[in-house]
């Protein structure tokens, strides 16, 4: 029996992913809200999937770049969102692609990061994509409880789970971010870091 990757998996899922997750536009302006866009920014939007945050993003900032590792996610969100002009699609890991560091006033990941297998690789490439005061923000716009609960039912991603707020934002700490929110609430899950 072969093991599918986790690209093929949420490539399998794609067609169905949007009908199968409950829109929350007032949390997602809340959550958006809370990164303070610019817009001279440029944000580069990590695990973007089919591109639930990019309606949110793209009319505050300057230039948002989409990237996930689902060939099938982004070719959803380039179609559902083809009226917005100022976003580029980008196939591929974010560990694997080569994007000129200090570029990024903004990094946002939703949704996204129980799916990182090296948190520390991972976390210290976001942090040289950054520019000096730019941000990371690791955010779901479920609770942490309801995360892991997902993955905890679903074979592929079961070990993917989502650490309590203390631990990501000692991790970003870890590779020289101070943390400027910490939270995990009942309703989303929120961890942002700045760049000195």
């Known amino acids: 029996m072969t093991t599918m990757t986790d690209a093929e998996f949420f ?4 067609p169905t992913w949007d009908s199968t997750r409950e829109r929350q536009p007032q949390l997602l302006q809340q959550l ?5 866009l610019k817009p001279r920014d440029r944000v580069l939007d990590l ?3 089919t591109g639930v945050l990019l309606p949110y ?3 505050q900032a300057a230039q948002v770049t989409a990237v996930d ?11 559902n969102h083809a009226g917005l002009t100022n976003i580029t699609y980008l196939h591929g890991d974010i560990l694997e692609l080569a994007l000129p560091e200090a570029s990024f006033e903004q990094i946002t990941c939703l949704n996204f990061y129980p799916h990182v297998k090296d948190s520390a690789v991972f976390l210290s490439k976001a942090a040289r994509l ?3 005061g730019g941000k990371l923000t690791i955010m779901h716009d479920i609770p942490r409880s309801a995360v892991n609960a997902i993955h905890g039912a679903c074979a592929q991603v079961q070990d993917d789970n989502l650490p309590p707020a203390a631990v990501v934002a000692q991790r970003l700490t870890d ?10 609430t009942e309703n989303y899950y929120f961890v942002q870091g700045v760049k000195p």
């Open 69 to 79: 590792f689902a060939e099938a996610m982004l070719e959803l969100a380039a179609r």
């Open 32 to 36: 958006t809200a809370k990164l303070e």
């Open 47 to 49: 695990g973007s999937g």
């Open 175 to 184: 590779v020289g971010l101070q943390v400027l929110y910490q939270e995990d």
């Open 11 to 14: 490539n399998k899922l794609a």
């Open 130 to 132: 950054l520019v000096p």
């Open 57 to 59: 993003l793209a009319p």
